[in-house]
């Protein structure tokens, strides 16, 4: 195991109708003047942001909004946050919503001290030292921002959907009622399933030995999402099962089951580059590319992925060719995915053989690599692509 530092300093409010608290906890944590930030609209249809509004007005706050933030979160929207938090003196950011609304919440946060172009975090030429603090109300179970120190946001200009993480940037609290999950479309749900088993699968392929605390916190919340989603997607007033996918959404990504080991993160980033170019749901392009990756990298070490296939899937050990437990495995998990309604091949939403020498160059991986379980080139990239076409 690794040496680590672990520190979440997020306090978590979970339960129902627990969004009606929000004011009290904001005024706790020294707000005054705060944003409202929202997306495209399912927060105001469903009452949620008039109980916010009511919340923050009982606790005496004043506030200013801005919603509109797209999935997929775009720079532009980030500069008019900016630029309305510096206007209107606003010293906390409530995001209301999911990875998208939190992500750019974190962005603007970040970008109003600073006196450059707050996409410089985000190009890897500064680090931020300063932020707004940021709260949220989660709306979806998926990206794990509620509890993560990284935002992903997208530069319109070229395409460039980039991630950024500072320990700083984890939100000072996040309320969490599963309640307000149970208005997901059947297709959100599943593709904010597929993004919180791939935030596992990034931590679980590592070279690290001696890891088996987090092997097995991996393991279990897998053998929870197998069990829970489909009872979500069958019932999706289910209670039990929406509070169970959201917690272990934030358990899968404030980093509790990665410590102390090597990570990957390839996979999320050959991901992005089919949010970005074909505007697909970050959970459904994962369902795609993960399987994909799998196959490309599991002759690296097929017992890993054969413990995986046992373990998680229920898979019978093959002692004498463990590669076809693997191989077994990874089936599996595609069919998974396909029985949750989400696309596992490229063509499913339009990809096509000749997007693939574009994809992997604007990976941007040069002529060095990326991922740490594999290494991998823009050509071994390319044949990851291919894999995952049809
Ligand atoms: O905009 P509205 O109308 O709210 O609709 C949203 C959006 O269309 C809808 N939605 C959310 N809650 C709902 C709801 N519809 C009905 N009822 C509700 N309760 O769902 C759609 C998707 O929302 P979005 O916020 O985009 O989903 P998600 O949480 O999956 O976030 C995806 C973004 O997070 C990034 C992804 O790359 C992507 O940009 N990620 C962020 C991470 C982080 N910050 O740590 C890590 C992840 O790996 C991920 O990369
Ligand atoms: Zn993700």
């Known amino acids: 195991m690794n040496n680590f530092i672990f520190q979440s300093p997020t306090k978590f409010i979970f339960g129902r109708d627990t969004e009606n608290t929000v ?6 944590s020294g707000a005054k003047q705060v944003l409202i930030h929202y ?6 249809a469903s009452g949620l942001l008039g109980r916010v509004r009511s919340s923050l007005l009982r606790a005496g706050l004043t506030f200013v909004e801005l919603g509109g933030v797209e999935a997929n979160p775009k720079d532009t929207k980030v500069y008019e946050g900016i630029e309305l938090c510096r206007r209107e ?44 603090p940021v709260a949220t109300i989660l709306t979806i179970a998926a990206a794990g921002s509620e509890g993560s120190e990284s935002a992903v946001i997208t530069k319109v200009d070229g395409s460039l959907k980039r991630g950024y993480s500072e320990e700083l940037m984890r939100p000072v609290f996040s309320i969490l009622n599963p309640q307000l999950t149970v208005t997901l479309p059947p297709f959100q749900t599943a593709a904010g399933a597929a993004d ?16 088996e605390v987090t092997d097995r916190l991996c393991e279990s919340l897998l053998l929870t999402l197998l069990h829970e989603v489909p009872r979500a997607l069958a019932d999706p007033g289910d209670y039990g099962a929406r509070a169970n996918i959201m917690w272990a959404g934030m358990v899968a990504h404030n980093n509790i089951v990665g410590v102390g080991r090597d990570q990957d993160w390839s996979s999320h980033a050959i991901e992005h580059e089919l949010s970005a170019f074909y505007g697909i749901t970050h959970g459904a392009g994962l369902a795609v590319i993960f399987p994909a990756w ?16 046992v373990n998680v899937f229920g898979c019978q050990m093959d002692f004498v060719a463990p590669e076809n437990t693997a191989a077994e495995g990874i089936a599996r998990l595609e069919a998974y995915f396909r029985d949750c309604g989400l696309p596992t091949r490229m063509v499913d939403f339009g990809g096509k053989a000749e997007d693939i020498p574009y994809l992997a160059e604007h990976l941007g991986a040069g002529d060095g690599t990326i991922g740490s379980f594999v290494p991998l080139r823009t050509s071994d990239i390319a044949k990851i692509y291919q894999i995952a076409l049809e």
């Open 89 to 132: 003196k606003v010293d906390f950011i409530l995001a209301v919503g999911g990875g998208s609304v939190i992500d750019s919440a974190k962005a603007i946060a970040v970008g109003v001290p600073y006196e450059g172009d707050f996409w410089d975090f985000f190009s890897g030429r500064a680090r931020a030292v300063k932020t707004i």
């Open 294 to 309: 799998m196959k490309f990298t599991m002759s690296h070490d097929i017992m890993r992925f054969a413990r995986l296939a």
């Open 23 to 28: 004011g009290d906890s904001l005024a706790q």
């Open 39 to 44: 997306g495209g609209g399912s927060a105001e």
């Open 196 to 211: 919180i088993m791939a935030h596992i699968f990034e931590r679980y392929f590592t070279n690290t030995p001696d890891v």
